[in-house]
């Protein structure tokens, strides 16, 4: 099993910690919020420790349960 250790703080993401403004940490320890609409659709992505690991920013994998036309407009509303 791989260890699920932030390499920038030290944080163990099993033991469900994270250090805030870390950018390994990405602000959850193993699972967050659906990261399209915020937990509305009830999805929750799981974090990808390598990736995580290897490029020091925080990666998850995950699937939003909104129809694509309400995923789109949130994505316009937030980067617009």
Not at 9 to 32: K, L
Not at 47 to 53: A, G, I, L, N, W
Not at 54 to 71: I, N, T, Y
């Amino acid at each position: 099993m791989t260890q699920a250790i932030c390499t920038l703080c030290g944080a163990d993401w099993r033991q469900d910690h994270w250090t805030p403004g870390c950018a390994e940490c990405g602000g959850f320890a193993m699972q967050t919020p659906c990261l399209v609409c915020g937990g509305a659709c009830g999805s929750i992505f799981l974090r990808s420790v390598h990736d995580s690991q290897d490029s020091g920013v925080a990666h998850w994998a995950g699937a939003c349960r909104l129809p694509l036309h309400e995923q789109m407009a949130i994505l316009r509303r937030r980067d617009g």
